[in-house]
């Protein structure tokens, strides 16, 4: 019912920087929540940063300072612009969203399929 779309990866020298779009389609009555997290090889997947539907932000200790999160609610798109890229910072960036859908309204958690960011040293 409810799709996520990630775009915007690639690979960036240490330094760089990247912006991910997250688009969400379907049967949208509104967005709650809308992270982005990521798994880099062997580890767990981590929370990034969070916007929620009022604006309110928060970002890992690992990136604050470094990467915005924001959202265009007209667009139903959630964005995160990554600067001074570190090594550290590859991964598989995932966006995740709240979604209430349409009748009947209910609550759902919906996940995108992921897209990759490669920082060189």
């Known amino acids: 019912q409810v799709q996520l779309v990630e775009s915007g990866g690639g690979l960036v020298q240490a330094g760089g920087s990247l912006r991910l779009s997250c688009a969400a389609s379907g049967s949208i009555f509104s967005i709650n929540t809308m992270d982005w997290y990521r798994q880099a090889p062997g580890k767990q997947r981590e929370l990034v940063a969070r916007v929620t539907a009022g604006g309110s932000t928060n970002y890992a200790a690992s990136v604050k300072g470094r990467f915005t999160i924001s959202r265009d609610n007209a667009k139903n798109t959630v964005y995160l612009q990554m600067s001074t890229l570190k090594p550290e910072d590859t991964a598989v960036y995932y966006c995740?969203?709240?979604?209430?859908?349409?009748?009947?309204?209910?609550?759902?958690?919906?996940w995108g399929q992921g897209t990759l960011v490669t920082v060189s040293s």
């Open positions: 995740n969203a709240v979604v209430v859908v349409t009748s009947p309204h209910r609550a759902l958690e919906v």
